[in-house]
């Protein structure tokens, strides 16, 4: 493939911004290319093709025409492609563009994705993607289904995605649910800010919770307590997202967690000595218990050789172990 | 509606086995169903592992075939938690009914519908065991690895085990089951030396976890029966599930058994609360979309699979333990993988299980 175009001067109001079927960029602060387009000009030139009615489209360059546009300018020089150049080429044209610039980021590389040949069968398409993409090797078939995916998700999945509110296996989950219930989950996951193993423990808790309650997501994920943690203004984010993903193991394990404070609440009555830990069998499932104190010599052993008898005769111990 | 292998529409059998005696009935019984001869059972586990969802697709597919091994193993209990010293007698594996919290569905990669024809060195290891006298081999039950009965009317392997249960004394057979496939078995000379058992539940996690099996009321009818027919019986209350109003459903199960059937010939009772392979948990979601069961409050076990929290297993017990006490205080009960702790704080009692369930068949079912 081999595209013609030639450079000409062309008046801004001549291209159609509105066109975004060859968008690969995504919106960024464009200060830098400001600066740049004020003190050198524009140095590399857009790339368009002709669309009738003397209109053009953009088919790489849509943030250095926003640029111009935002600089007053009135004509810039732009490379013109052949209006008969087909719809393909010209896509693989504006991949190859941006993929040449800088490292696609995720939802850029989604758009790319889309672009190459959609509906074209994998064995026929990688080429044209390694191609457009300059890679050396084929890529994974089925990761480069899922990030081409993201382009289609809800704009505010794809938002979040590409804030890193939301970790891409956890938008291709959200994908998969009802848009009403995905986009509560988006909503929370934009505001709390979670790593991805916390997402995913949101997840799993709200879909556990609202299967065994016969209740949606969506109403477990606004239910009054949760918009509360939300709307605090006093507490930061750690400490909403921490309040959050304790409400929600409450919820779902009610007796577990009552357990366990329980049982913190009677140690805490025992008065141990300092630096003194009493632990119960993992998750109250066996019958062993653990005491813990710590030492750094054996002078500091010996100090602390009659814990264990202290700590034995305090009167709620027995209590505590009789569970 | 019992589902036994009326759904089979593929049959495999092992060019090995394919002039047995065994063999030749079954393929009569099943006449018009595909049938395919194999050198082996690849092409059943491709056929198997190829399908969408290939646990439905094993329902389907019986594989005829000879078991290698042992036919008679000790039931795989853990060193954590007390275990009832079972002998399991390996007729076959998988099954045709559906239950969402079955642990077959998890355990056979891939699960295959097979019956192993080779019941002439079955009953030869039977009879070697049988005339051992092992007083560690009291007990031995068909319904580990699949379920007892889905097997009957076509195979007669039931029968004629029942039949050799008979002629001896030391040991028990327990044919275990959700289906009503008991025809035939009030013709047979059984000398007390086979026990029928039912697995039971409440109507609802009848109706919507176990696809496929008989409802209750008829379990119950068809144990009535087996106890009019001289059979000693047996039930199982395992996988007990939690969920609201299940205390009051389980005592009705109680009460309903022994509206149908009197405690003196129960041999015993079994409880055991739902566990599972962490495993189990992604099949059931995807298999089961409307199953709630492996929402409740579960932690890992010492043995690693995932248990009801302690407490509320506990809980659950001691309604069951009042139920059983008032309803039939002389029958045996007892639980399935449970700890001391539990024995203690449900029954009052840490027992040598294997010991107590020698007793009860040595009570019931007239063993020396
Ligand atoms: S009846 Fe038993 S073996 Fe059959 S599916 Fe149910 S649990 Fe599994």
């Known amino acids: 493939m081999h595209t013609p175009f030639e450079i000409y001067w062309i008046s801004l109001d001549s291209i159609d911004s509105r066109d975004l079927d060859f968008q690969v960029s995504s919106e960024k602060d464009d200060s830098a290319l400001k600066r740049s387009v004020e003190s050198l000009g524009l140095i590399n030139p857009p790339l368009v093709q002709e669309k009738g009615g003397g209109m053009h489209r953009i088919i790489s360059g849509f943030r250095r025409v926003a640029v111009c546009r935002s600089l007053d300018m009135r004509r810039i020089q732009a490379m013109i492609v052949d209006p008969l150049t087909p719809h393909q080429e010209c896509a693989m044209l504006a991949v190859a563009e941006n993929a040449g610039q800088r490292e696609l980021g995720l939802l850029e590389m989604s758009r790319a994705l889309a672009l190459i040949g959609p509906g074209i069968p994998w064995q026929d398409r990688v080429s044209m993607i390694m191609d457009a993409l ?24 794809q938002a979040g995605v590409e804030d890193a509110t939301i970790a891409f296996p956890v938008a291709l989950k959200l994908q998969a649910m009802a848009p009403g219930e995905a986009l509560a989950f988006a909503e929370v996951f934009r505001r709390l800010g979670l790593s991805l193993g916390k997402q995913r423990e949101i997840l799993t808790l709200v879909k556990e919770i609202a299967a065994r309650d016969d209740l949606s997501c969506k109403d477990v994920l606004e239910s009054a307590e949760i918009s509360a943690f939300l709307e605090d203004k006093d507490r930061d984010l750690n400490l909403k997202s921490r309040e959050v993903r304790e409400f929600l193991k409450q919820r779902r394990f009610p007796h577990i967690t009552k357990a366990q404070e329980a049982f913190e609440t009677e140690v805490q009555g025992l008065n141990l000595p300092k630096g003194v830990r009493l632990e119960p069998p993992a998750h109250f499932e066996g019958q062993v218990y653990e005491l813990k104190f710590s030492f750094k010599n054996v002078n500091d052993l010996i100090k602390n050789h009659n814990v264990i008898i202290e700590v034995a005769e305090k009167p709620g111990l027995r209590k505590i172990l009789d569970r | 509606m019992t589902s036994t292998l009326k759904n ?183 000398n007390r030396k086979t026990i029928m058992a039912w697995s039971v539940n409440t109507p609802e996690i009848i109706a919507t976890q176990e696809r496929n099996t008989a409802p209750l009321q008829a379990r119950l009818a068809a144990a009535a029966k087996c106890e009019a027919w001289g059979y000693p019986l047996a039930f199982h209350f395992d996988p007990m599930v939690i969920y609201p109003g299940c205390e009051q459903d389980y005592v009705k199960v109680v009460e309903q058994i022994f509206e149908h059937v009197s405690p003196e010939n129960v041999a015993w009772i079994s409880l055991g609360t739902f566990r599972f392979m962490p495993d189990l948990k992604a099949i059931i979601e995807t298999r089961f979309e409307n199953s709630k069961i492996v929402y409740g409050e579960f932690v890992p076990g010492l043995d690693n699979k995932m248990r009801y ?34 024995w203690r704080k449900s029954f009052q009692i840490t027992p040598d299980l294997p010991a107590l369930l020698d007793h009860s068949a040595q009570r019931v079912c007239g063993i020396l």
Not at chain 2, 168 to 173: E, G, I, S, Y
Not at chain 2, 309 to 338: D, S
């Open chain 1, 134 to 157: 300059f890679l050396d090797e084929a890529p994974n078939q089925r990761y480069m289904e899922q990030v081409e995916s993201l382009c289609s998700m809800a704009p505010e999945i």
């Open chain 2, 8 to 190: 089979v529409h593929t049959l495999y059998v092992d060019q090995d086995v394919r002039d047995f005696d065994t063999v030749q009935p079954i393929l009569d019984h099943f006449k018009g169903v595909p049938c395919h001869i194999v050198d082996g059972p690849t092409p059943v586990f491709r056929r198997v592992a190829s399908a969408k969802d290939p646990i439905s697709a094993a329902k389907e597919i019986l594989y005829l075939t000879r078991n290698k091994g042992a036919f008679v193993r000790k039931c795989p209990g853990t060193r954590e938690y007390t275990c009832c010293g079972y002998q399991i007698l390996h007729i076959g594996t998988f099954c045709t009914m559906d239950c969402s919290y079955c642990v077959l569905q998890a355990y056979f990669h891939p699960p295959v519908l097979q019956f192993f024809v080779n019941h002439r060195e079955l009953f030869d290891e039977l009879d070697q065991v049988l005339d051992s006298r092992n007083p560690e081999i009291r007990r031995i039950g068909t319904g580990e690895f699949t379920d007892s009965m889905i097997w009957e009317p076509w195979s007669g392997l039931s029968h004629k085990l029942v039949e050799r249960f008979g002629r001896q004394d030391h040991a028990v057979l327990e044919l275990k089951s959700k289906t009503v496939n008991i025809r035939g078995l009030d013709q047979l000379d059984h």
């Open chain 2, 309 to 342: 929290f302690k407490p509320l297993r506990i809980k659950l017990f001691q309604a069951m333990a009042a139920a059983l006490k008032k309803h039939a205080p002389q029958t045996t009960a007892y639980f399935c993988m449970e700890d001391e702790e539990v």
